[in-house]
């Protein structure tokens, strides 16, 4: 919902690419330098406490940013220094919530719970963005992110009642930087983990980035303005939803990889023909079918990783994975 929100105002203050661009870039960018130093604590720190500190730290971020717009002092400078701000609570939580999985459930049901986990994290992408549109059109761009704001409080509370997590088998034997630097050493000459990774990026660079421009295309483009934006983003979202759907119908690890590279091939075909219409109807099937294939190859990917990782390196590693979801779509946003 505060993506939808923030592209909005991005795009309002400024009417710029370059901007929504420069924006997206600000939520993703500390991924980079944090991740890896956010994965060497996830495997010897507590993950589900720095989940909770960087979520209270999040809450605090979405409740000055809806005070900032409702009160007029918004900029597009404070703007990109806030999701800035944001970007770097999330890249400190990310591997945390990423390595706590495979901790809840059997190896066996692995791929099951990284499927729930996809419709759990896509519906929210579906009903996120259909709820700031209606909230942007009929209320205003402020409501949506006091909205935003407030949904922090179910999250903190599901937190707080999170109980009996396995130990972790690391100990703090090494620096952080060279336990993230293990971690690097370890990815490139893992002989499934290193092509998986080297993959991925290359999918999520050169073609999640589209979802970043969703505002131009929607006003621009389209002239749909911001209900147009919430549909072009929920498709995504519903779209998404079916690949989680179909990837927990075959929860086996065995054909996985084929179905990866499969749909990598479905997802440019999909984005390809999304850029050449000019036509709003015409462009939704397109980006419901680029939903499900980056779901499709999106926990493809993590299932195949997190099986193949030694439980060691798991916050480190998925660090990595970690890294290049949430930094891959801006960096293509602005390239």
């Avoid at 992110?145 to 088998?169: C, K």
């Avoid at 993959?199 to 483009?221: H, K, Q, W, Y």
């Avoid at 179905?259 to 000019?278: C, P, Q, R």
Wanted: proline residues 4%.
């Amino acid at each position: 919902m505060q993506r939808v929100a923030v592209g909005w105002l991005a795009w309002t203050l400024t009417h710029s690419g370059a901007w929504l661009g420069i924006i997206s870039m600000a939520e993703f960018f500390p991924v980079v330098f944090l991740s890896p130093l956010a994965g060497a604590l996830a495997d010897r720190r507590d993950r589900v406490g720095i989940i909770r500190v960087t979520q209270i730290a999040g809450s605090i971020e979405a409740t000055l940013l809806a005070v900032l717009v409702y009160t007029g002092a918004i900029t597009i400078e404070l703007l990109f220094a806030l999701t800035l701000l944001l970007g770097v609570f999330n890249a400190v939580a990310q591997p945390s919530r990423l390595a706590l999985i495979p901790t809840l459930v059997d190896r066996a049901a692995l791929p099951s719970a990284l499927a729930i986990n996809a419709i759990i994290f896509n519906s929210a992408r579906f009903l996120g963005p259909a709820v700031a549109g209606i909230v942007i059109a009929k209320v205003s761009v402020g409501a949506a992110f006091a909205v935003n704001a407030a949904t922090y409080i179910v999250f903190l509370v599901a937190m707080a009642n999170l109980r009996g997590i396995p130990a972790l088998p690391v100990a703090a034997t090494q620096s952080v930087l060279k336990a993230s630097a293990e971690a690097y050493g370890y990815a490139s000459h893992h002989p499934g983990i290193a092509p998986m990774l080297l993959l991925f990026t290359i999918t999520t660079v050169g073609t999640r980035g589209f979802v970043e421009l969703f505002p131009g295309f929607a006003d621009s483009v389209f002239g749909r303005g911001p209900e147009g934006l919430a549909t072009l983003t929920s498709t995504v979202g519903l779209g998404a939803i079916f690949g989680a759907g179909w990837m927990l119908l075959r929860p086996a690890i065995i054909g996985l990889t084929r179905l990866v590279l499969g749909n990598t091939l479905i997802i440019s075909l999909a984005i390809l023909a999304f850029t050449l219409t000019d036509q709003f109807y015409l462009a939704l099937p397109c980006v419901f079918v680029a939903g499900a294939a980056m779901t499709i190859t999106g926990v493809g990917a993590q299932t195949l990783i997190q099986a193949a990782v030694d439980i060691r390196m798991r916050g480190r590693i998925m660090a990595l994975y970690g890294m290049i979801f949430r930094a891959g779509p801006a960096v293509g946003a602005v390239l």
